[in-house]
């Protein structure tokens, strides 16, 4: 059974950092790209950044470029998720999320996942 489970959620100030984690299990993690998603209450959920499955290719939605870091390391099924200078509007549930299939322009929809975790809550203050 495939567990995708987020921590590191937090409530910080504006300008300040979070890392997030994800740690997945039941499936042969280097075999998927991983993305990060976030939803803010009344909005869509949205594609922040993703990883191809070797970690050489990334992406990152330009409201984030400059800001956040992913990365991943595949010995400990594990897929990172560095904040910093986060702004208010950065307050959403952080989603982990593994798929099969890889975009060079972009993180892809929604329901090209395959699994997902249950989300991180992370709230930046002004």
């Known amino acids: 059974q495939v567990q995708v489970v987020e921590s590191g959620g937090d409530l910080v100030q504006a300008g300040g950092s979070l890392r997030l984690s994800c740690t997945a299990s039941g499936l042969t993690f280097d075999d998927y790209a991983m993305g990060w998603f976030r939803q803010a209450p009344g909005r869509e959920r949205e594609g922040v950044s993703c990883i191809k499955w070797s970690g050489d290719s990334t992406y990152y939605a330009d409201s984030v470029k400059g800001r956040f870091t992913i990365s991943r390391d595949n010995a400990k099924n594990t897929l990172y998720l560095q904040m910093n200078s986060l702004k208010p509007e950065d307050t959403a549930i952080y989603y982990c999320?593994?798929?099969?299939?890889?975009?060079?322009?972009?993180?892809?929809?929604?329901?090209?996942?395959?699994?997902w975790g249950q989300g991180t809550q992370v709230t930046v203050s002004s």
């Open positions: 999320a593994a798929k099969v299939s890889w975009r060079n322009t972009n993180c892809g929809t929604v329901s090209e996942y395959h699994y």
